[in-house]
């Protein structure tokens, strides 16, 4: 059974760095063409993809992000962590980590997702 | 980055509606192309991958076509349970960015 569970803080701080863990099971993140994801949706807006690392510990990033992001991975532990440095009110969002397989190239397990409030 | 617009962004249906969803993308992207549903409060749900195939669970009233840069999502028979946000996806190309969502709406 997969599953991915999103976790860290609820609120932080403007100018604060923001670390997310992402922690799964039913997979690993060692297996050739398995690749993990970072998503995120402001309140009442679309979703936004935000980084992947991928098996082989390749790494991808948003464009307009790339400079403010940092996806790791640890295999033993079964997981992923984003860190976003420098965070305003313009990142409140509910955070998600989802799966993508290359054999599906799509996101097929999600988390329930985590809701980051940015505010002093 | 390929921007993926998806048109209309929302529309109003009657249960049994045929329904369908566009979604253009910048450039070609081949088949590498996604849909999702999203209702209130949960995280989105994977109903077509590869532009065309129906993803395990999903009901047979969705359907996908297209490839290049013109994709097309159907319903056939709108349902109660399919009144949701639907989102597309490009996964040909890091970042593999989402269109900008199409609520459907209780008509």
Known sequence: QVTLKESGPALVKPTQTLTLTCTFSGFSLSTIGMRVAWIRQPPGKALEWLARIDWDDDKFYSTSLKTRLTISKDTSKNQVVLSMTNVDPGDTATYYCARMPTSISSFDYWGQGTLVTVSS | ????????SSLSASVGDRVTITCRASQSIKSYLNWYQQKPGKAPKLLIYDASSLQKGAPSRFSGSGSGTDFILTIS??????????YCQQSHTAPQTFGGGTKVEVK
């Not at chain 2, 980055?1 to 209309?8: A, R």
């Open chain 2, 1 to 8: 980055d390929i921007q993926m617009t998806q048109s209309p």
């Open chain 2, 77 to 86: 028979s709108l349902q109660p349970e399919d009144f949701a946000t639907y």
